[in-house]
């Protein structure tokens, strides 16, 4: 008897509640990308502290799924904004467009270097992209032009006579992670095309190439850690032997226990990262509904203080916290186009 | 007679054997004892031990002037003016006024970073609270920035980690240190503020107050409907194949990874019911589909263990069954009910997975107040910080699993109480 009583009650509440929540909603929601997340709550917090309004709520989701709450649709029950550590894919820009969300601003707010680091108490070690490949990939081009073999390379002086006689053992975040995305498109490819034969195949077959190029060995050289970035820098202190994959931030919080190894040369550094010289980082966004500006308050306020040198400027506190900033004139033209609220028109070249 | 002496000693012969069988297995489960023991002893010395530097923080001792002009505010009630206030000049003013000799932008940039950018928001609250304070000067001690805070504790124990300060800051910090202007105090912020990207500013608060509003709500909810279920099953439903049949599937339901539960959660209360994410209602309506099923098992156990005399004791006298069961078995069953509701909850304390799925895992500023209010919870709380690039995030975590731990042995030590305080027996 008390149980019927309850259903009633229960639905009955949650139908007041969605009433409610139809109504307008006090706070900003954002979702999105965890490598863009601890960017994206200090400014959240300094807008919220700053301006006695309620904080911003965000939340951790990955860039895709960010996306799929956020092209789900128009109204206070879907995101404002969302967070993404790479551009927004065309397939994306048209679910967006179907589902009714018309006009999205894009806003670049950075680059992200990821690092290939070991613990301090090894040598240091200089690679390069080829090297990464070569070490990495599950097929490798064998001894013929045009011929595959499954990876034979355990150690890796094998890969490369200058590199150390150590077995390649390489901790590194799973495929589900945004940065194993990007390792693959940026470290892995940017060697695999260093094949003059291999370069050719990506006109001629292109999903063959990128099966090839994007494609990281199981047999146990490749050690997938889990998206915790911390515990790969742990990982490294008790294997000195190894090497890891992980997110700027982190080496640069953690230099008394991890260094990075140079790529091509270029150290990992602030400075290499903002000028692009160091090869392997990558472009940070998020996308704002415009349609959401104006309804729900305080998104103007929380893309101004994104948008101002002292959060996103080479000595703001976003660069504190290991954002790579933007130059200083593509800062300028993306603050204007923000502030003016100038959407995405459809023709920019989506991947 | 012969024979009966051979049995005999072949009693005594195997006496031993058996003996030493019983010995050793004793044995076999001290050892297993010890090593479940030794394994929660290394846990509770492993976070104790990374986690106990975190209940302290380090405070600069500075001479604060609130000077009206420097702030820019007339009136002290006007909430347009304060929100304009330059509340970021007084800890920079004052830390110029320490160190006269500091010039150049780069060097005062580092001198700033000493306090925690906070700072000026504290002082802006202290002032609104001791507004005869406005054109005085003060000494008071101000939160220091993480890396000053990781610092600090490190070279106190010997071990100094300076990879995240310049050298001029690692003298500035020795000078203080000998003028007695730096120490260590007690980390309140850690238990009255919500969650911060400064380490220094973090605390547990929303995350309590996140965990007290769902656990009310799933309480509220899961024990009246799990308590009636439980009755109804086991003294008014009929014994057919369709209550064995909800019976396994009950039993099922407990045995069910958490995550399907957010992800139920997600299609029937967010996409049908429009219930807004991340607020305690979701949670607390998600985390009662996970907790009915213990509960009602475990209900369903305490009212079989009332013994069928006092039903029929209670039918003889002429009561109806309902009266038999509100009367009579439930009184007696309620002590096993309530352990099984506290286990349940200590169990949805603990949960993250079916809160990802409902937008509980999220980074929320402002303390929740009402169960509409976005909110986030303890363990995730713990998993967010575990996540965070900033070293002094490591000790929070450990000092955040200290507090969950507590919470937990609170509701389970409280639960063996309940057993051992108001079970019967037969």
Known sequence: ?351 | MNKSVDNLSKIKRSLTRRNRAEARFQWYGRVAIFIGLAAVAVLFIDIIGKGHGAFQATYINLNVSYDQELLGIENLSDPEQLVMGNWDALPKLALREKFTDVSGRRDKRRLYGLLSNGAGFDLKDRLLANPQLLNTTESIWLLADDDIDTYYKSWLDGEAYAARLSDKQVVWIDQLHEQGLIHLQLNSNLFTRGDSREPEQAGIRGAVMGSLLTLVLTLMLSFPIGVSAAIYLEEFAPKNKWTDFIEVNINNLAAVPSIIFGLLGLAIFINFFHVPRSVPIVGGLVLTLMTLPTIIITSRAAIKSVPPSIREAALGMGASKFQMVLHHVLPLALPGMLTGAIIGMAQALGETAPLLMIGMVAFIVDIPGSFTDPATVLPVQIFLWADSPERAFIEKTSAAIMVLLTFLIIMNTSAVWLRKRLERRW
């Open chain 1, 1 to 351: 008897m008390t149980q019927l009583k309850f259903i009633p009650a229960v639905i009955f509440a949650m139908a007041s509640i969605s009433a409610t929540s139809s109504m307008a909603r006090e706070s900003i929601e954002v979702v999105g990308s965890s490598t863009v997340y601890p960017f994206s709550t200090v400014v959240a917090e300094r807008y919220g502290r700053a301006s006695g309004k309620l904080t911003p709520k965000i939340e951790s989701t990955g860039s895709g799924g960010g996306m799929k709450l956020f092209c789900s649709g128009v109204g206070t029950n879907y995101p404002d904004i969302t967070n993404s550590s790479r551009r927004m894919k065309s397939s994306e820009f048209k679910k967006c467009q179907t589902n009714g969300v018309k006009e999205v601003i894009e806003v670049q707010v950075g680059y992200d270097g990821i690092v290939i680091a070991n613990s301090v108490e090894s040598a240091p070690i200089e690679l390069s992209r080829k090297d990464i490949f070569l070490a990495l990939a599950a097929q490798v081009p064998g001894a013929a032009e045009g011929e595959l073999i499954d990876n034979p390379y355990t150690t890796w002086k094998q890969v490369n006579p200058a590199l150390p006689d150590t077995p390649i053992e390489v901790l590194g975040p799973p495929p589900t992670s945004g940065t194993r995305d990007a390792f693959a498109e940026l470290a892995l490819e940017g060697g695999c095309k260093k094949f003059a034969w291999i370069n050719a195949m990506k006109k001629a077959d292109k999903n063959a190439y990128k099966a090839l190029c994007h494609t990281i060995r199981e047999d146990g050289a490749y050690i997938e850690a889990g998206e915790n970035d911390n515990l790969i820098v742990q990982k490294l202190q008790a294997n000195p032997a190894a090497l890891g994959i992980f997110g700027f931030s982190f080496l640069d919080q953690n230099a008394d226990k991890v260094q990075g190894a140079n790529i091509e040369s270029i150290e990992p550094t602030f400075e290499s990262i903002a000028d692009k010289s160091y090869p392997i980082s990558r472009p940070l966004y998020f996308y704002v509904k415009k349609a959401h500006v104006g309804v729900v308050p305080g998104i103007e306020g929380y893309l101004n203080e994104f948008t101002s040198e002292r959060a996103w400027g080479e000595d703001g506190y976003l660069a504190e916290k290991g954002m790579i900033p933007l130059p200083l004139e593509e800062r300028k033209a993306m603050a204007k186009n923000t502030r003016s609220l100038t959407p995405m028109t459809g023709n920019e070249a989506l991947k």
